[in-house]
């Protein structure tokens, strides 16, 4: 499967910005999807994932409340709906597909990245 992020941008804190992932190859209904983002100097980091049958998902601790990730499986398509923006969200989000759990090393495939940026 072949990932491609879009949606990225600068915004001023308080701000909303909606990633989307969208997927070819495969159909996405049948993958668990995840967020991850890297800001610079830090390692790559969960934000999010959303289980491919179940509907469960899950959000790392700093972005609970605020963010919301969904999937349109028809569309192949999988968001990251990103609300009260902090500068401290400031990274490049990447989106990846068939893992489960918050280490980037159990996520088969990635996008490539879109840069989110959150000024104060």
């Known amino acids: 499967v072949q990932l491609q992020a879009s949606g990225g941008g600068l915004v001023q804190a308080g701000g909303s910005l909606r990633l989307s992932c969208s997927a070819s190859?495969?159909?996405?209904?049948?993958?668990?999807m995840g967020w991850f983002r890297q800001a610079p100097g830090k390692e790559r980091e969960f934000v999010a994932q959303?289980?491919?049958?179940?509907?469960?998902?899950s959000y790392t601790d700093s972005v609970k409340g605020r963010f919301t990730i969904s999937r349109d499986n028809a569309k192949k398509t999988v968001y990251l709906q990103m609300n009260s923006l902090k500068p401290e969200d400031t990274a490049v989000y990447y989106c990846?597909?068939?893992?489960w759990g918050v280490g980037p090393q159990e996520w088969p495939y990635w996008g490539q990245g879109t840069q989110v940026t959150v000024s104060s």
């Open positions: 959303s289980h491919w049958s179940s509907g469960l998902t």
């Open positions: 990846a597909a068939a893992g």
């Open positions: 190859g495969r159909t996405l209904s049948v993958y668990n």
